[in-house]
Nanobody, 114 residues
Framework: QVQLVESGGGLVQAGGSLRLSCVASRSIFRIHTMGWYRQAPGKQRELVAAITTGGSPNYADSVKGRFTISRDTAKNTMHLQMNSLKPEDTAVYYC????????WGQGTQVTVSS
């Protein structure tokens, strides 16, 4: 069973930056498009960034130009660099494959104050 562990969240003022990390217990980044998802209170979980097996990134319009997804397949690690954070980015952030076939981790809370 693959385990996904997210970290790096915190409380930051609007305009600030955070770098999230996702570590997988098995080497899955070579076989899946991986994504960062977020869920704000009262809202559905949404995909905000993804990176293909070939390393090509894709972003939701709401984060394009502010977030950067990257991965280190040798370390089974994926990152999300978040700059110019806005209060509407406040959510719990999760990582998973685009097929969402692995159990969700505990996520990491990102809170952006205005």
């Amino acid at each position: 069973q693959v385990q996904l562990v997210e970290s790096g969240g915190g409380l930051v003022q609007a305009g600030g930056s955070l770098r999230l990390s996702c570590v997988a217990s098995r080497s899955i980044f070579r076989i899946h498009t991986m994504g960062w998802y977020r869920q704000a209170p009262g809202k559905q979980r949404e995909l905000v960034a993804a990176i293909t097996t070939g390393g090509s990134p894709n972003y939701a319009d709401s984060v394009k130009g502010r977030f950067t997804i990257s991965r280190d397949t040798a370390k089974n690690t994926m990152h999300l660099q978040m700059n110019s954070l806005k209060p509407e980015d406040t959510a719990v952030y999760y990582c998973n494959a685009d097929t969402i076939e692995y159990p969700w981790g505990q996520g990491t809370q990102v809170t952006v104050s205005s």
